[in-house]
């Protein structure tokens, strides 16, 4: 019945509020992954991206609508999801190491202590940490605690990867640098990842697609924007691409204009499902409409 | 030429200790020279000597407390014992009791941060309980236990248990959420849960708990001992009260005073080993 390996069919998510119609941050939510698949989902705050990842994660639920993955309900967490989380959650008593093997004993209860080891070992070299495993994280800078935490997730082999704005604690320079080592990671694992960023560089950078939703609240996902660059990308390299600007114009134009514009409209197909969208094939499209380059910063909680 | 703040710090320190010392040296020799008396024996029998007993001088302390820590484990019977040994009953007592409650107030205590039903059911039990002075507890203990050492246990487990329990449900309480949040999303049992995460996470707290009761049961185990008897070093500061041997009144409140700042040391380089940073 399923279409996608993570199929989300018209969620929303309502508050009950006393004397009043309950509020509802968003609804009529439907998105497909499929498997290793990179997709990040854009929107101002309070438009409840973080609900639904939360959802995803298991760690918060719907008021309506399914959720399912490879087939089956999602119902409480699950180390078939790992997520990072965006205040990294690392645990401060133990070292960078232990943190990444307590993720992996929960995985591979099976194991030895000597491979539980060497793999943890191996995922924190990939992120680039072979010398700081026995530091705890107070001693670690915010991007290398980060880093931790992606090992960590990466570690336990997900079938989905949850990232809730990983770096939007980072300043620019160490955020570039986890990024690359974030596609490293990506492109050995081919992990499908589904990630909150509100950042448009960075998520053309990383994503096959995007999900644009509109402001909350009745916040809805608008459009699915494909992003049709070449892998592997490279940050100083996919900005030349003809294509680059295109797509950024209209991600840009969304979250200016029309995601306020679309707020509380239906553009979704029956099912729910918002509609596909290609802005490298539509050049006329992007030519009608450049948008002056906003500062992205505009786009980024208070 | 600058030298660092704990050295002048201990040089201050030991100085006040001389400059104390000698007042209260001075202080209690002043007397000594106004009557000087030819045959002192035969002043005293006929009741010419100094009426006044005196607060001994820290020489006086200073030389009793030589002599009696050159050999703390005599035992001359049940009135005349070193003081180690007394220190010894007293350890004896107050580490029971406390052991007993750690053992009851940390698990009670998880239940109690862990479950906000398990919390308002059993807070006005604590509330009721815990501002009772712990000697309260003595004549119905001596009643129902009939044994006055056991007695004794008891009324340092009680007043132990309080502050093991509140700190224990105050930290388990107050685990970050974004920390439950790893457990869940790496599926961890409870049980998994509360061992690997809450109680590492909860640790410092309990420590600080664990450190005030220590406090606590040291304390209280004098004024317990004074009532119970026999032995400790309750006992030994009362029965020195009574032979009026103010010179070992003084020394073994001085020994009140270091054991119970080593048992807070201890306690303290535990809770180093437990801490973290954030």
């Not at chain 2, 400790?232 to 700042?261: D, K, P, Q, R």
């Amino acid at each position: 019945m399923s279409r996608y390996f993570l199929d989300a069919r018209r969620l929303a998510k309502r508050f009950p509020q006393p004397g009043s119609e309950p509020l509802t941050v968003f609804e009529d939510v439907s998105f497909g992954l499929d498997q290793g698949e990179f997709v990040c989902i854009i929107g101002h705050s309070g438009c409840g991206k973080s609900t639904i990842l939360n959802a995803l994660a298991g760690l918060d639920s719907f008021s309506e609508g399914t959720l399912e993955m490879a087939g089956k309900e999602v119902a409480g967490p699950s180390l078939e999801r790992g997520v990072v989380f965006q205040n990294y959650s690392l645990l401060p008593w133990l070292s960078a190491l232990e943190n990444v093997e307590f993720g992996v004993r929960a995985r591979f209860p099976q194991w030895s202590k000597e491979q539980r080891r060497a793999h943890s070992r191996k995922y924190l070299e990939m992120v680039g940490l072979g010398g700081s495993e026995a530091r705890k994280p107070a001693q670690l800078s915010g991007g290398m605690r980060q880093r931790v935490s992606i090992a960590r997730a990466f570690a336990t082999q997900p079938q989905l990867l949850l990232l809730d704005e990983p770096f939007g604690a980072l300043d620019a320079l160490t955020r570039g640098v986890i990024q690359d080592e974030l596609i490293k990671i990506w492109s050995a694992t081919k992990q499908t990842v589904f990630m909150i960023t509100h950042d448009v560089d960075e998520a053309i950078l990383l994503s096959d697609r995007i999900l644009l939703m509109t402001n909350g609240p009745q916040a809805r996902i608008a459009e699915s924007v494909r992003i049709d660059l070449p892998r592997p990308r490279q940050r100083d390299q996919v900005i030349h691409h003809p294509a680059y600007y295109r797509i950024r114009n209209h991600l840009v134009d969304f979250l200016v204009n029309r995601s306020l514009e679309l707020r509380g409209r239906t553009v979704t197909d029956e099912q729910g499902f918002p509609p596909d969208i290609n802005p490298a094939l539509d050049e006329s499209a992007a030519a009608a409409r450049v948008v002056p380059l906003t500062p992205v910063k505009e786009f980024h909680h208070g | 030429m600058k030298a660092s703040i704990s050295l002048r710090a201990a040089i201050l320190s030991a100085l006040l200790l001389v400059l104390l010392l000698a007042i209260w040296e001075v202080l209690c020799r002043v007397p000594a020279s106004a009557a000087v008396s030819a045959d002192d024996e035969y002043a005293l029998l006929m009741g010419e000597a100094e009426q006044e007993a005196r607060v001994p001088p820290p020489s006086v302390v200073l030389a009793h407390a030589y002599a009696e820590l050159s050999q703390p484990f005599y035992d001359n019977g049940p009135n005349d014992k070193g003081i180690g040994i007394q220190l010894a009953h007293s350890l004896y007592r107050v580490l029971t009791g406390y052991l007993l409650a750690a053992l009851v107030a940390i698990p009670v205590g998880f239940v109690i941060g862990m479950s906000p039903l398990m919390y308002r059911a059993l807070n006005p039990f604590i509330q009721i309980l815990r501002p009772i002075s712990p000697l309260a507890w003595m004549p119905l203990a001596l009643f129902v236990i009939k044994d006055s050492q056991t007695s004794a246990i008891f009324v340092i487990f009680i007043c132990s248990v309080w502050p093991m329990l509140l700190n224990t449900a105050f930290g388990v309480a107050g685990v970050r959420r974004d920390w439950i949040n790893v457990a869940r999303t790496h599926e961890l049992s409870p049980l998994r849960t509360a061992f690997s995460v809450i109680l590492p996470a909860a640790m410092p707290t309990i420590l600080t708990g664990m450190r005030i009761s220590v406090g606590i049961a040291w304390l209280v185990i004098v004024a317990a001992e004074m009532l119970v008897g026999g032995t400790g070093i309750g006992y030994y500061v009362w029965n020195e009260w009574n032979n009026l041997n103010l010179a070992s009144v003084i020394f073994s409140i001085l020994m009140i005073g270091v054991v119970g700042m080593l048992l807070d040391l201890l306690l303290g380089s535990v809770a180093r080993l437990v801490s973290y940073q954030e």
